[in-house]
């Protein structure tokens, strides 16, 4: 395995190439004194990037083919010489070597500043398999530390420079699990337990001891000193589960409080994300989070799921394992689950890579807990989803609910307004994306742009690249040609999804409605009983598993009210009687689920 470290200059890198070290990690002899850096690689680099200028002297295709024969060069001088059948190892590298890592390869690497610049030369030189490690500090505080050096006048470019490139690459690669941040306050509040997870991060099996010793030269800050006790037992899982709350958010004064109040109890950071605040957002956020706020500005560019990329990285660098989404509207109730059951969960669940929530009327479920570092990112601009996971590497956490404060009338337009120019530009980057099509369909709807909806719902159904996604989208098309008057074309529409996914009551229903104001009884209530026999009442429960794409009003008293009202329409009362019943009762099973 290889790994490469990078950061700016006095940012912490050398402390964590020489812990690393010490748990078997080959970096290279001292490039003088504690430096754990390679001599001949570092003069490679100079020379490319021209420091302190970093102007690249050395074309690409160059820096690869040398970075390729260093590390080559370097593995061979590190393999085992045997002479007469005696290994050059002595038997002290040997358990080392044995110890160090879960398998027999030599796990080696490089650490320096400038890999900053080249990390992606590394990617195509050394493979895919790569591990990097970003050793972060705050870009003021390395800036006052080079100065204090008096190394180069223009240290505030050149850090900037380092940090930006090494920022840009990690956000990169947040979608395989590659990138790993080391915090500098972290590091030196709790040296033990950021290299363990180091440590963890890179597949080492280093015993507790070898952590240890590791760790001592690391210097610790004199306000949070970490006590590592002689005889400490394997840690709980309080000391296990690190969760960090994440928000991104603009000016939300008026709502911000509320929803970090509802999930304080149950994180260790709160990370603040900063589009443009100029109220008192963060201020309010301070109040509750006090010394646990962490915030970082960035420049809102319409895509939230970069954002959010952005956050994870975040989460991962406070230190937390886990990573909490919470939005600046949405409000979390954890029923009976306390803190402590949450973290015991979280530190059971080894497979589950995310957590989804339900919201609380029941009618879709969401990611909330995701663990970090993460194979998973999100996707898409607006309407983001978060990628990567397999159903049994998601499930839900039971007995938890959130929801969303209801928009005004001038946000919700605003919103949609938003979402309509970043959706057209999708559409037209990625034509055969349904899901792009499906949500520009559903902004159009929502802003009564029916016609224009119904083109853009049969374009995601015709696509037929997720079997649900195309049943929901024609019972959306269906919806806006009711809303059109077109009701023989909605019912053909609902025909249409459930050949794209039989398991879809609201389907038959939407027909038995559409089929009801058109004034054809029979077809209403023959749809009717079709939607009642496959539903969630008196049926089969047929798409029960779907965490989204669906309305509860269809799967269970919608089309027992089409049923009741089409036989009173007929004349047959007594009929329309027995329904009403069944209505009421499926109703109330309904809200008694989930709500009204």
């Not at 059951?341 to 969401?366: H, I, N, P």
Request: proline residues 3%; negative net charge.
């Amino acid at each position: 395995m290889r790994i490469a470290i990078m950061g700016t200059y006095r940012c912490g890198s050398s402390a964590v190439a020489k812990s690393i070290s010490q748990l078997g990690v080959h970096l290279g002899a001292p490039f003088f004194g504690d430096y754990f850096e390679s001599d001949s690689l570092s003069a490679l680099l100079r020379q490319w990037w021209n420091e302190p200028e970093f102007r690249e002297t050395v074309a690409r295709d160059e820096r690869i083919t040398q970075l390729r024969h260093w590390i080559e060069d370097y593995e061979e001088s590190l393999a085992p010489l045997e002479t007469d059948g005696i290994s050059a190892y002595t038997n002290e590298e040997k358990e080392t070597e044995k110890q160090s890592h879960d398998g027999s390869e030599i796990v080696c690497g490089a650490k320096h500043p400038l890999l900053s610049l080249s990390a992606s030369d590394i990617e195509a030189a050394w493979g895919k398999g790569v591990r990097y490690i970003w050793v972060r500090r705050e870009l003021k505080d390395t800036i006052e530390s080079l100065k204090r050096l008096n190394w180069w006048q223009d240290c505030e470019r050149i850090q900037s420079e380092l940090y930006e490139a090494a920022e840009r690459f990690v956000l990169s690669r947040t979608n395989d699990g590659t990138t790993f941040i080391v915090d500098f306050d972290q590091l030196q509040a709790d040296p033990l337990a950021v290299i363990g997870r180091v440590s963890d991060f890179l597949g080492l099996r280093s015993s507790k001891e070898k952590i240890e010793s590791a760790c001592r030269h690391i210097r610790r800050s004199t306000s949070q000193r970490t006590e590592i006790a002689g005889n400490r037992q394997r840690p709980t899982f309080v000391d296990q589960v690190r969760i960090a709350a994440t928000m991104i958010s603009g000016n939300s004064e008026s709502m911000v409080k509320d929803a970090i109040e509802t999930v304080i109890d149950y994180v260790d950071e709160v990370v603040l994300i900063d589009t443009g605040i100029s109220d008192a957002t963060e201020r309010l956020i301070s109040e509750v989070a006090g010394d646990r706020l962490r915030v970082t500005k960035r420049v809102w560019d319409n895509d939230f799921a970069g954002m959010r990329n952005a956050a994870l990285i975040e989460a991962q660098a406070s230190g937390c394992n886990w990573s909490l989404t919470i939005d600046t509207d949405e409000r979390v109730n954890w029923g009976g689950c306390g803190p402590d059951q949450l973290r015991r969960r979280l530190l059971e669940s080894e497979k589950a890579k995310t957590f989804m929530v339900a919201a609380q009327d029941g009618s879709y479920a969401k990611e909330r807990l995701i663990r970090v570092p993460t194979s998973l990112h999100w996707a898409g601009r607006t309407h983001e989803a978060l990628i990567g996971a397999a159903a049994d590497e998601r499930p839900v956490l039971p007995g938890v609910t959130f929801w969303e404060l209801p928009k005004s009338t001038s946000q919700m337009e605003h919103k949609l307004k938003r979402d309509l120019t970043i959706l057209r530009e999708e559409v037209c980057d990625k034509p055969n994306n349904a899901r792009w099509w499906y949500f520009l369909g559903q902004t159009l709807a929502a802003l009564g742009q029916h016609e224009g909806a119904v083109e853009a719902l049969d374009r995601c159904a015709n696509l037929r690249q997720w079997s649900e996604q195309s049943a929901w989208a024609s019972f959306m098309a269906a919806k806006s040609l009711s809303e059109l008057g077109r009701f023989g074309e909605a019912v053909e529409r609902c025909g249409m999804g459930l050949a794209c996914d039989p398991e879809y009551p609201e389907l038959a229903w939407m027909a038995a409605w559409c089929e009801y104001r058109a004034g054809r009884l029979r077809n209403a209530i023959a749809w009717s009983q079709m939607s009642i026999a496959i539903g969630h009442a008196e049926g089969t429960c047929e798409g029960a598993d779907r965490v989204g794409f669906r309305n509860l009003v269809g799967w269970y008293e919608g089309p027992l009210d089409v049923l009741r009202f089409a036989f009173r329409r007929q004349g047959r009362n007594s009929e329309a009687d027995r329904v009403e019943s069944r209505y009421q009762v499926a109703k109330a099973i309904r809200i008694k689920k989930y709500g009204a």
